[in-house]
Structures are given as structure tokens and as C-alpha cells.
T-cell receptor
Framework: ETGVTQTPRHLVMGMTNKKSLKCEQHLGHNAMYWYKQSAKKPLELMFVYSLEERVENNSVPSRFSPECPNSSHLFLHLHTLQPEDSALYLC???????????????FGPGTRLTVL | AQSVTQPDIHITVSEGASLELRCNYSYGATPYLFWYVQSPGQGLQLLLKYFSGDTLVQGIKGFEAEFKRSQSSFNLRKPSVHWSDAAEYFCAVGAQGNEKLTFGTGTRLTIIP
């Protein structure tokens, strides 16, 4: 596998279910991101992990819970979601910011989530 | 806080014609600027980036973009589009010393024969 992979690619769940999205990067990066992409809305940054520490949490509801066990893996745990949470969830990775030098982000293909 | 505006929601061009997609940003210092492309059902692929130096940057698939500080713009161009260029294009701005990117709402490009 190369680049950034996400599983599953499609997920349908009921509002009472618990599920997890998985992201894995094979690029040697040490920063990882979750984004939500809804129709006709800008890409929304949800969480940022840099060097395995959460550095950004953009007022995301607690029904979304991220986990970053190491620099190559990122999870998004989902529970008691709402229909408006249906969206494409994208994972990305990059080199972490050192001495003010930023880096481009590389994206996975996304998980299309439908909440019934 | 930084922001990005892509004023064109949808653009249609003929195959072989030239293309320019507009992007305006707001940021108090020198920005990091990116263009990404997204095909249906796919993630975002980086086309090109500007960090510093030459204001005209070349990217993949024959695309280029020019950073114009005076106009706060970073427009994407291609001299001759191909049917395979049909996709959604996103401009993004990043801040120095920060992993956070802010994306525009995207421009959907349709190519007609």
C-alpha cells in the first residue's frame, strides 16, 4: 500500500450504532488530520494530530472521538450519530511543523458515511 | 484568521480551450497556498503549492498558478484542457508554523467536447 488509505470506503449506520473509521499513512509523516466534506460546504477540519498529540479540535461534537495510537494510524470513533453527520470523511497526513516550516497535506480517498 | 474565496462555483469550458480558476485569500502574513483537485468519489490530490520564491509555480498535469500579493490571489491556469480535467478544484491557504489549512468552497469544472 502506498500513500494514505482509509477503510471502510462506504459505511451505513443507524443512529444508535457504534463504528470506527480507520486511516493509515505510508509516507513517513507525523501529522494526521480528519476532515468532513458535506455537499456545498467548505471542507471542515475536525481534528489535527501532530507527533501523536491532538493539537486542534474544531468544536466537534463529542459523538466523534479521534484516536491516534502512533504516527501511521488515525481512527475516528463514531457513536449516536445524527443524519446530518452523513458526509465524506477525509483523512490526510503531512510532515509536522518544525521551526515554522509547513508542509503540504496528502489525502486518502475518504469514507462515505450515511447515517439513517 | 485566514480565509479563501473561490468566486466561481461552476465553470464549463470546451476541450482544448484555456482555463483560469480564481482564488482569493485573506491572511495577514505571507501565506502558503495550494491547489487540490478532487475527482468524483476520490480524495484530494495536490496539483501545486506556493511557499516562497518564484511567484509562478508549475504543477502536475500541465497546471500552473501565479501568486499575486497585491491582489491577494492565486489563480490556477492551464493553456489547453483535456476531458480528464473535469473535476472539483479547491484552493487552500495555510499559515506559517501551523498545520491548519483553510479551504475554499471549490469550483466544479465541466469539459464539453
Amino acid at each position: 500500500e502506498t500513500g494514505v488509505t482509509q477503510t471502510p470506503r462506504h459505511l451505513v449506520m443507524g443512529m444508535t450504532n457504534k463504528k470506527s473509521l480507520k486511516c493509515e499513512q505510508h509516507l513517513g509523516h507525523n501529522a494526521m488530520y480528519w476532515y468532513k466534506q458535506s455537499a456545498k460546504k467548505p471542507l471542515e477540519l475536525m481534528f489535527v494530530y501532530s507527533l501523536e498529540e491532538r493539537v486542534e479540535n474544531n468544536s466537534v461534537p463529542s459523538r466523534f472521538s479521534p484516536e491516534c495510537p502512533n504516527s501511521s494510524h488515525l481512527f475516528l470513533h463514531l457513536h449516536t450519530l445524527q443524519p446530518e453527520d452523513s458526509a465524506l470523511y477525509l483523512c490526510a497526513s503531512s510532515r509536522a511543523v518544525y521551526s515554522g516550516v509547513s508542509s503540504e497535506q496528502f489525502f486518502g480517498p475518504g469514507t462515505r458515511l450515511t447515517v439513517l | 484568521a485566514q480565509s479563501v474565496t473561490q468566486p466561481d462555483i461552476h465553470i464549463t469550458v470546451s476541450e482544448g480551450a484555456s482555463l483560469e480558476l480564481r482564488c482569493n485569500y485573506s491572511y495577514g502574513a505571507t501565506p502558503y497556498l495550494f491547489w487540490y483537485v478532487q475527482s468524483p468519489g476520490q480524495g484530494l490530490q495536490l496539483l501545486l503549492k506556493y511557499f516562497s520564491g518564484d511567484t509562478l509555480v508549475q504543477g502536475i498535469k500541465g497546471f500552473e498558478a501565479e501568486f499575486k500579493r497585491s491582489q491577494s490571489s492565486f489563480n490556477l491556469r492551464k493553456p489547453s484542457v483535456h476531458w480528464s480535467d473535469a473535476a472539483e478544484y479547491f484552493c487552500a491557504v495555510g499559515a506559517q508554523g501551523n498545520e491548519k489549512l483553510t479551504f475554499g468552497t471549490g469550483t466544479r469544472l465541466t469539459i464539453i467536447p
